[in-house]
Structures are given as C-alpha cells and as structure tokens.
C-alpha cells in the first residue's frame, strides 16, 4: 500500500525512474481497487460510473509510473505508445517492465536501488 500512496504523491511526476517494485504494487493495488469498484458497480445497479471515475482519477499517475519504470530501464517514455499495436506492443512492453533496473546513473537520473541500499 505504501508504494500505491507513493505514486499518488508523485501524481505528475514524469521524470526520474521507478523501481520494479514501485511499478507493480501500484498495479496490483489499482487492479485489486478495480475489481472491488465493479463488483460495486454492479451491485449498485452504477453501470460502471463509479470504476470509470476511478480510472480517469489514476490515468495521470498511471502513465507517470510507467514512464519513470521505463527510464529505469533506460528507455524513453515514448515507448508506451507500443500500446496502439496491438499484441506486439503490450508484449514488448511487459517485458520492459519486469526487466531489472539499470544498475548505472543514466540520462534520467541515478539508479533508485542505490540509493536505498
């Protein structure tokens, strides 16, 4: 929950880099949050409203975590647009995502795993 809160706090922060384990708990806490709004949802009779405030709420940090966890990987932003092909990108993607950090100061900053060892 902390790293969920954490991205929160850095709303709109698109530079620096982002750990793995930024990255994923804050994917896991919003998919579990999800799940628990469209159970909700449809319980409530909403049609989705309610998960769909939710969502647009979370797009901004959403795309600022993985933004930072590409940088971490030494890799522009820019490669979230891998998304708009359809298996290809969202694969490619994934697999820059669990990949581990680069060790050594890049152009986005030091490594974060320095700095808190």
Partial sequence: MHWY?????QYAVFEGRSRRTEYWSF???HLIILIVLRITDGLAGT???VSMFYMLAVL??????????LHDTNRSGWWLLATFFPFIGVIVLLLFMVQDS??????YGSCPKQAIL
Avoid: H, I, Y
């Avoid at 809160?5 to 706090?9: H, M, P, Y």
């Avoid at 680069?102 to 152009?107: L, R």
């Fill in 27 to 29: 994917m896991l806490f």
């Fill in 5 to 9: 809160l954490e991205v929160l706090r």
């Fill in 102 to 107: 680069d060790p050594k100061s890049n152009q």
């Fill in 47 to 49: 049609s989705g409203m």
């Fill in 60 to 69: 901004v940090p959403a795309v600022a975590v993985s933004v930072r966890r």
